[in-house]
């Protein structure tokens, strides 16, 4: 098995919806390929990705829930071109100032061990080579961490597996080092 390095973002549970929101805004959409996620206010939010099911790797037209948090999507997001897109890409995948690259993994998990209320959101590479891709490109990373930004992440890593982990964005105070620091009550 070769590299899997991934974009972690530790999200409040408030900022699922925003952040797939303002990923679907990045998708590069494959014909009528979707899958419908339903949060906990009954809201949903149609999603031009697949995700896996019992039958296969890639399926759409399914409709999972938000919660609790352990959605997988098979995403294609779109990221202004660099060169080191541009030399991983084939041509066809790129649109304008754009370039194209999928699949990758989005998983999310439940981290209310780090603080209540809080949710990871995993983009996971699907090859050794766009892992590499994920450490070299400037405008991935700057997507990454715009994301971050925008939806008030606690903080972002690109985890590089046995390497360990590269910080990109921990705002300050940063709630879950302030959660991780209170005193416990004795038992």
């Not at 019992?54 to 759409?60: G, Q």
């Not at 938000?66 to 999507?73: I, M, Q, T, V």
């Not at 699949?103 to 990871?120: E, K």
């Not at 090859?127 to 997507?143: D, E, H, K, N, Q």
């Amino acid at each position: 098995m070769g590299l899997d390095y991934s974009f972690v973002l530790y999200v409040p549970r408030a900022a699922l919806r925003p952040l797939l929101e303002a990923v679907a805004a990045q998708a590069e959409p494959h014909g009528d390929e979707h899958t419908v996620v339903v949060f906990d206010d009954g809201r949903t939010l149609t999603m031009p990705f697949t995700s896996p099911s019992r039958a296969t790797l890639f399926t759409s037209g399914q409709t999972i829930t938000a919660s609790p948090p352990r959605l997988e999507l098979n995403t294609v997001i779109r990221f202004p071109a660099d060169e080191y897109l541009l030399a991983y890409r084939a041509e066809e995948a790129v649109h304008g100032s754009q370039v194209s690259i999928g699949i990758i993994y989005l998983t999310t998990w439940d981290r209310t061990n780090l603080m209540p209320g809080c949710v990871s959101v995993s983009f996971t590479a699907a090859t050794t080579s766009m892992s590499r891709l994920f450490v070299a490109s400037p405008s991935v990373r700057g997507f990454f961490i715009g994301l971050a930004r925008h939806v008030g992440a606690h903080l972002c890593i690109l985890d590089v597996e046995d390497d360990g982990f590269i910080a990109l964005y921990t705002p300050q105070p940063n709630p879950i080092l302030e959660h991780l620091e209170r005193p416990r009550p004795a038992a």
